[in-house]
């Protein structure tokens, strides 16, 4: 049966436990876990947070930089009243791979570090008993996974990865562990979708079961009300007068889907759903049919200390910041959050471009790391990639499918597009992802500065064009930013000419800074010439109509692989790693306040 990923409820039919806590933990740099039976019990390990990237725990720099097999443990408790009932570990995320075992026996396997997965653990589970699970995780980067990279061995024997991307490879289980009991018959997924009528609403949805009682669906408002219900596995809900979610002005409604026995509740469900739509129409981004203009940010889940776990604290920070700049919106970059970050930007009213760690298919990529120029989507790499690809795809479009918050789906960031051979790659991915959204929101990807309207071979398929560039920092630099100003106004009036009837946004842009240097006048990295780079792309912003949006690259400061081009990470951040602003985040708290959402609507 096909997997769901609903969010873990609890209710009177659903229960949902944390494992979070302290596991036990070990690195098997030999590979010798299978044989001596590590599935079942480590024999020597270390505790170890979940949720939490293992790296920055350690202090020796082979555990830091550790790349391979890894192993977790932990015991749990299952109450004998669970059994009769499904039972699942949801894994919210183990970067890159893990197995899953019980008590020894081998349950399932999962890639992908950035998405949730549920191990069907019903059978093999002993009930009133304490049991055992046992995770082996790998961290391995190649070209035929994403996000890409290669993993080679140095001459000392430890393996070391050279990720095509820039952010640290931050590994282990770095979101949340749920122990899951739901009914056998229940409900595995639902979809929404909308349509306005004057002041009043229809919302249309399916429910998927795994049986073939009824459903009954209703919806409450947000003091509870009832304010629809309907019969059915798929149906229209009528609301009569709606409240909108919009953005920066989010209103939410329940959506309650029960399956019932005569009196008895079988299953139920209920999420928060937000009645909005979402269009592209020339030049415009529309939300229930009025033009927005996006400000914001590119972010990381990246923090000191555990590294890419996601912490509701840091979260719950980052939003205050993100609200206090009078930014509205945010990428992904370059993966899916946890699901608590869509969560919050559904209750906050945040536009969220939904990232897929299709990241680095560019050979140019490892050009960090000595890059080669070759065609990445020539390489042998690219069936198995495909396959992941699609795979990924498919996951975060259904496990963030119903989120109000999320208005586009990034397909790739920055991949090359300029060689033949990437057309019939995207051609494929753009058609077997064309059905995968009920709400058909617009799918894109991220065009890096190679990829121009001269260059780039796959303009065709973006609904949105979506632009990261860097003049003022990778070139036309310090005293010669002039020249980048002219260069890009250039690279905009050919937008221009060519009658550019999709919208652009600014997904990068931004100048590496050392919060704290400063200097008049300006020179790189210090905080005056951040600023100056930044007003430079807010006069081209505000000059050409068809740019509907910017997002800052990056929202803060994060770690990335070492290498002569930075400095313990990338410093391009607004705010410091640990959340301080530098002084580009007052120019946004300026510039952002004044820009009100329907900026450049063609009236
Ligand atoms: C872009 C990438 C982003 C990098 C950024 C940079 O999409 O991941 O962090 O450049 O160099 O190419 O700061």
Redesign the pocket.
């Given at each position: 049966m096909e997997q769901s990923l609903l969010y873990p409820v609890v209710n009177a039919v659903r229960t949902d436990q944390k494992l979070d806590g302290l596991w036990r933990f070990s690195f098997d740099a030999v590979g010798v876990g299978p044989q001596e039976g590590w599935a079942k019990h480590l024999p020597k390990a270390v505790d170890m947070p979940v949720p939490a990237s293992f790296n920055d725990f350690f202090t020796d720099k082979d555990a830091r930089e550790y790349t391979g097999d890894f192993w977790y443990e932990k015991k749990f408790f299952v109450p004998a009243d669970y059994q009769g009932r499904f039972v699942g570990l949801r894994f919210d995320a183990v970067t890159h791979r893990a197995t899953i075992y019980v008590d020894g026996v081998k349950i399932r396997s999962h890639e992908g570090g950035f998405l949730p997965f549920v191990a069907d653990v019903t059978d093999a589970l002993h009930y009133g008993e304490e049991n055992t699970v046992v995770v082996q995780g790998n961290n391995e980067l190649s070209r035929e996974a994403l996000p890409a990279g290669d993993t080679i061995t140095l001459k000392n024997g430890k393996k070391m990865v050279r990720p095509f991307?820039?952010?640290y490879n931050y590994s282990g289980i770095n979101r949340s562990v749920h122990l899951i009991t739901l009914p056998v018959e229940r409900i595995t997924d639902y979809t929404t979708d909308f349509t306005l009528a004057g002041a009043d609403a229809d919302v249309h949805y399916t429910v998927t079961t795994t049986g073939d009682h009824d459903v009954v669906a209703v919806l409450r408002d947000a003091d509870g009300q009832v304010v629809a219900e309907n019969t059915g596995k798929q149906g229209t809900l009528h609301v009569t007068d709606a409240h909108l979610w919009n953005v920066r002005a989010a209103y939410l409604y329940t959506l309650t889907l029960r399956i019932t026995n005569d009196t008895t509740i079988v299953d139920e469900y209920s999420a928060e759903i937000g009645i909005r739509t979402i269009k592209i129409v020339g030049t415009e981004i529309q939300v229930n049919g009025q033009s927005v203009y996006l400000k914001g940010f590119g972010r990381h889940e990246d923090s000191p200390f555990a590294g890419r776990a996601f912490d509701l604290n840091v979260e719950k920070k980052d939003f205050s910041l993100m609200q206090w700049s009078g930014a509205n919106s945010f990428r992904t970059?370059?993966y899916p959050y946890d699901e608590q970050v869509y969560q919050m930007a559904d209750r906050e009213g945040f536009l969220v471009i939904d990232e897929v760690p299709a990241v680095g298919f560019k050979m140019a990529a490892a050009s960090f790391l000595g890059g080669l120029n070759q065609s990445f989507f020539k390489g042998p790499w690219i069936k198995p990639l495909h396959a992941k690809h699609l795979d990924q795809i498919t996951d975060m479009i259904k496990r963030d499918k119903n989120h109000p918050s999320v208005f586009a789906w990034s397909l790739l960031?920055?991949p090359d597009t300029v060689t033949e051979e990437s057309v019939p790659y995207f051609k494929q991915i753009f058609a077997e992802t064309k059905d995968l959204d009920p709400q058909s929101r617009p799918r894109t990807f991220s065009l890096?500065e190679d990829d121009t309207i001269e260059t780039s071979k796959d303009l065709d398929f973006p609904d949105i064009y979506l632009l990261?560039r860097y003049p003022g920092w990778y070139h036309y630099a310090g005293y010669q930013i002039s020249d980048g100003e002219a260069g890009l106004r250039e690279e905009m009036d050919k937008w221009a000419a060519s009658g550019i009837n999709k919208p652009i946004v600014f997904t990068?842009f931004g100048a590496d800074t050392e919060a704290g240097l400063h200097k008049l006048p300006s020179v790189m990295w210090s905080e005056e010439y951040q600023v100056e780079v930044l007003e430079m792309f807010s006069r081209i912003f505000d000059s050409y109509p068809f740019i509907k949006g910017e997002q800052v690259?990056n929202f803060a400061d994060f770690q990335t692989v070492e290498g002569n081009m930075r400095v313990n990470g990338?410093k391009?951040g607004i705010f410091t790693r640990d959340r301080q602003p530098k002084a580009a985040a007052f120019f946004y708290h300026k510039r952002w306040t004044n820009i009100p959402l329907d900026y450049k609507a063609q009236k």
């Open positions: 991307f820039d952010f970059s370059h960031n920055e890096s990261n990068e690259w990338n391009k």
